[in-house]
């Protein structure tokens, strides 16, 4: 009997040698589940900025880029997809003939073969688009070209917006989180110039805003966020004063196109509508908090 007790114990000892020794061994991560997040639309989302002789590129600097970097850190497995398009319109998103090439003939048509080949993997999509449209009112500091961005660009943004919004939600369905954002207002630096760049600047925030408000209602009719950038900007504030160095004491939300935009900025670079990397952050977190 005490052959067996004393075999007993040594093939216990042996046991518990292995497990300690598998368990004491580094084990190896897992990889992390790959999904993709999926940048749509105009320049905004390709970081486009000014180089220093005035040309305007893209850039790794956007709100796109931005965001995605605070994702990842929460979800190791994030892919960035960047379809954006410098210039892009709702028109050309739809039909092509943009200044972008894509292989399946548009941005959306792209949009659309991707989330379909990758079906279960798109965790975000996120959209800027209608800037760029045929008499915008987004970038139309001339007064009296303003009521013809009223009464052309509304109605044919919100048509072709529809139009985008139904097929991307048809190609990915209703549980993908799809962010669409509102704009904030360059024409607002036109406030330094005196009396007129003050009207202009006033109207022009009441228009985008009005645009914006279009935007968002096509947008929450397919059951997506909306990335507040026109309030981020601070851009219906004229009452607060601001001191920008080189510009001087103005509105608060004349100071945040200033800041945070090239508009402001002395030839070759300015003035330009694009938003400067701080201004892109600021878009960035817009995103953020409207994904909450």
């Not at 216990?12 to 020794?21: D, E, I, Q, R």
């Not at 073969?113 to 209608?130: C, E, K």
């Not at 100071?255 to 694009?274: D, L, S």
């Amino acid at each position: 009997m005490r052959g067996v007790a004393t075999l007993v114990g040594l093939v216990m000892a042996v046991v518990a040698a292995l497990t300690s020794s598998t368990s004491g061994a580094p084990q190896r991560p897992a990889d992390p589940k790959i999904s993709y997040y999926l940048a749509l639309g105009d320049s905004l989302s390709q970081g486009v900025q000014p180089d220093r002789a005035g040309v305007s590129l893209p850039t790794g600097q956007g709100y796109a880029s931005q965001l995605y970097a605070a994702l990842r850190r929460g979800d190791p497995g994030l892919r960035l997809v960047r379809l954006g398009c410098n210039g892009e319109t709702t028109g050309t998103m739809i039909g092509g003939g943009g200044l972008c090439h894509y292989r399946r003939g548009s941005q959306l048509a792209e949009a659309v073969s991707f989330v379909r080949a990758h079906r279960g993997q798109v965790s975000l999509i996120t959209m800027d688009i209608g800037a760029n449209d045929p008499d915008s009112c987004i970038t139309r500091p001339d007064l009296f070209a303003m009521a013809t961005c009223v009464t052309r660009s509304f109605p044919e943004t919100a048509a072709n917006l529809t139009k985008i919004m139904y097929r991307l939600r048809a190609a990915v369905g209703g549980q993908v989180r799809i962010i669409g954002m509102n704009y904030y207002v360059p024409a607002l630096a036109e406030w330094r110039d005196g009396v007129l760049g003050q009207a202009v600047a006033r109207t022009s925030e009441r228009i985008v805003a009005g645009y914006n408000q279009m935007l968002a209602t096509v947008y929450q009719a397919f059951g997506a966020r909306v990335a507040n950038v026109f309030g981020a900007f601070d851009s219906a504030d004229f009452t607060s004063r601001v001191a920008v160095p080189g510009v001087g004491t103005v509105p608060r939300n004349v100071a945040a196109i200033c800041r945070w935009t090239w508009e402001c900025a002395p030839p070759p670079r300015g003035p330009n509508v694009h938003a400067q990397p701080a201004g892109y952050g600021v878009i960035a977190r817009a995103f953020l908090a409207a994904d909450r």
